[in-house]
């Protein structure tokens, strides 16, 4: 997972390296804070990061919350409008 600032040039500003082993399905910014972002990957994992937490010398970044409550990949996820703690997923186990 890769963060770019256009007007800073063509070098990540953030990075969340290697926390995720399989394919990253959908990923959704909050509209409440858009320090906020939550993300569902092919193994049934949802992760909610902020990107203002960052660790390590080159900006990596670690999931504030890691979730796994769907057994088939997650293909949808999406904050609940002006909330900054409620989110939804959707997975192919037909879960939301």
Known sequence: LLFWNEPRGKK????????????LHCVDWNAADDNLLVTG?????????DRRKVSGPKGEASPLHPLKQHQD?????????ESRTHFGSGGEDALI
């Open 12 to 23: 990540p500003v953030l990075t969340a390296p290697k926390w995720c082993e399989v394919d």
């Open 41 to 49: 990957d092919a193994d049934g994992g949802t992760f909610v990061f």
């Open 73 to 81: 990949a997650v293909f949808r996820v999406g904050w609940l409008p």
